[in-house]
Each structure stands twice: as C-alpha cells, then as structure tokens.
T-cell receptor
Framework: RKEVEQDPGPFNVPEGATVAFNCTYS??????FFWYRQDCRKEPKLLMS???SGNEDGRFTAQLNRASQYISLLIRDSKLSDSATYLC????????????FGSGTRLSIRP | DAGVIQSPRHEVTEMGQEVTLRCKPI?????LFWYRQTMMRGLELLIY????????DSGMPEDRFSAKMPNASFSTLKIQPSEPRDSAVYFC????????????????FGQGTRLTVV
C-alpha cells in the first residue's frame, strides 16, 4: 500500500461547479500536510497548507481528518484556470521525516 | 531571487552513458531535495540534504544513482550508467526549513530536467 494515496482522476467538471477530492495517508505519525498544484509540464507549486482545524483560501478549502487519516481539498465556483493536477503532501516533524507526495489527482474544468 | 535553477532542461542520452543533472537552490535555503516524476510512480523523493549533508537517500533507486552537494549553492544528481527506465522528469527543490507544523514553509521547485534515455 502506498503511504499517500490519491484518486488519479481525471475529474472532469463544468465551470462553476464545486469539486472535492481526498488524499489518504497510512502513517499515523504524519504531522504536516499540504496541497500542491502542478500544471502540465510544469513544476509543482504550493497551493495551501492544511491545518488541523481546517482552513480556507478564497475558493479553496482544505481539511484534515486525523481519525480517518485523510485530507481533502474542496474547490468552489471552479474556473477554467483550476485545471491542473493536485498533489497532496505528508511529512513529519523531525529532520529524518520523509516528505511523501501523492501521485496527484487530475482536474479538468470544461466551459 | 531567480528561484531554483536546474540544468539542463532537457537531456537525451544513449543507454550506458553517464548523465549529470545540476541544481542551484535558492540562496539561504538549508534543505535541498531531488525528486523523480513518472506517470507510473508519480513524484518520488530520491534524496535530500540539510546544510549540504545527505540526510535520507533511501529513495535512491540503485547504486547507479549518486548525489552530491559540495557547497550550499550547488548540487548534482548523477546516473551512471543510464538505462531507459531512468527516463523521467527530475526535479530539484529547496526550502528554508523542513516543513513543520505552525512554521510551515514551502518547498520551491525548479523547472525540472526531462531525461530521455534511448
């Protein structure tokens, strides 16, 4: 089983729709969580951190469920420019922690 | 700052040849990471350095792979000899600190080196 798993998609939704996807992690000791966005043939870039209490950044909401060991990303009022691959990241606190990326969920927004 | 700089952007080489990928991290960043991305395996952490010292190289696939960081502004990832299954995009990333709790800080990625071994 992979340490971090994501549904690869693609999620194909109309512009303006709300879309959500999850990422599960197997290491209960994971402490820090992030969502990165990667455009086609580009490098990953940080989208947002995921805080224990959940956090929102404009149309994006990230949540953490430690009991079930997953994080989620919700995008409201989706735009064409949201089309990308979304990677979740889990890591720990110590300098020896591994930084684990999920394989990504591909999102395509259609007009 | 110009960000993380990788070279070359594209590399095509024949099987058996030595390949050297280069990375210049953002000045002042203490951590440097090498990743490999393929369609099949996604983004994999190969190795990372803290203050030029390799901390975890458990992701390095084989002895054919080696990485060095001779100083704070330069790192190399070498594959010798290269094989077709090494074809992938190799990313270098750097961060100020290791991502931790309330002091979350992001890892900045270079644009990657697209390696094709034929």
């Amino acid at each position: 089983r992979k340490e971090v798993e994501q549904d690869p998609g693609p999620f194909n939704v109309p512009e303006g729709a709300t879309v959500a996807f999850n990422c599960t992690y197997s290491n209960s000791a994971s402490q820090s969580f992030f969502w990165y966005r990667q455009d086609c043939r580009k490098e990953p870039k940080l989208l947002m951190s995921v805080y224990s209490s959940g956090n929102e950044d404009g149309r994006f909401t990230a949540q953490l469920n430690r009991a079930s060991q997953y994080i989620s990303l919700l995008i409201r009022d989706s735009k064409l420019s949201d089309s990308a691959t979304y990677l979740c990241v889990c890591t720990g606190y110590s300098s020896a922690s591994k930084i684990i990326f999920g394989s990504g969920t591909r999102l395509s927004i259609r007009p | 700052d110009a960000g993380v700089i990788q070279s070359p952007r594209h590399e095509v080489t024949e099987m058996g040849q030595e390949v050297t990928l280069r990375c210049k991290p953002i000045s002042g960043h203490d951590y440097l990471f090498w990743y490999r991305q393929t369609m099949m395996r996604g983004l994999e952490l190969l190795i990372y350095f803290n203050n030029n010292v390799p901390i975890d190289d458990s992701g390095m696939p084989e002895d054919r792979f080696s990485a060095k960081m001779p100083n704070a502004s330069f790192s190399t990832l070498k594959i010798q000899p290269s094989e077709p299954r090494d074809s992938a995009v190799y990313f270098c990333a750097s961060s100020l600190v290791l991502v931790l709790g309330p002091l979350n800080t992001e890892a900045f990625f270079g644009q990657g080196t697209r390696l094709t071994v034929v």
